[in-house]
């Protein structure tokens, strides 16, 4: 499971790298996304040293939320923040100004629910999976509808980092289920009453 995750991963990072745009973009696209495996790992290793029963996959897209959670905030408010600004100075507001303020608000509301859920992944919480693979289903079917729009040339570097995250999700909700009944406590067995006699005596 772990080699056909990785696997399917390196090819639509591959594929969204290779989905077009100048030369430059593709470089710093790279570079960007060492950096992020770089933290990632360093993310899932913490991870798994704090909480080595939690499946490894949770690890993994907790670190993951961390990453997504901190970049689009971060570009949600600069993408909103000129969308404003942009609607500020142009004499009409049309559907085109509503489009962009929706996509800003969706980028901020992707990125700060993965910052809200990224702890109750990592301990394995099944309700916190469940609730990041809809609200990353949600964006994920917002980026497609945005597809067939003028000027979303960009939005094939978006969907393809979606992409791996909602699939390491979807696998984090599989290996949740499947996950042994050991991380719960043991409750403690109760004595027969007989035994409460003798104590008692």
């Known amino acids: 499971m772990r080699r056909t995750l990785i696997a399917l991963s390196v090819l639509l990072s591959l594929a969204t790298l290779a989905s077009g745009g100048e030369w430059w973009e593709?470089?710093?696209?790279?570079?960007?996304?060492?950096?992020?495996?770089?933290?990632?790992?360093n993310l899932y290793r913490r991870f798994r040293r704090a909480a080595p029963c939690v499946p490894w996959v949770c690890h993994v897209s907790a670190a993951m939320a961390i990453a997504f959670g901190v970049t689009y905030v971060i570009t949600g408010?600069?993408?909103s923040a000129a969308v404003v600004s942009l609607a500020l100075k142009e004499p009409e507001f049309g559907p085109l100004q509503i489009l962009r303020l929706t996509t800003g608000a969706m980028m901020l509301y992707a990125g700060a629910m993965n910052l809200v859920l990224y702890r109750p992944i990592r301990t394995g919480q099944q309700w916190a999976v469940a609730v990041s693979v809809a609200t990353a289903l949600l964006f994920w079917l917002y980026l497609l509808f945005l597809l067939p729009?003028?000027?979303?040339?960009?939005?094939?570097?978006?969907?393809?980092?979606?992409?791996?995250?909602?699939l390491w999700l979807c696998a984090a909700a599989v290996a949740n289920r499947r996950a042994p009944m050991e991380r719960a406590p043991a409750l403690a067995p109760t004595a027969s009453p007989s035994e409460l006699a003798r104590s008692a005596s």
């Open 77 to 79: 408010a600069a993408h």
């Open 26 to 41: 593709s470089a710093l696209s790279v570079a960007f996304l060492s950096i992020g495996v770089l933290v990632l790992v």
């Open 149 to 166: 729009l003028p000027g979303a040339e960009t939005v094939w570097r978006l969907l393809g980092p979606w992409s791996v995250y909602l």
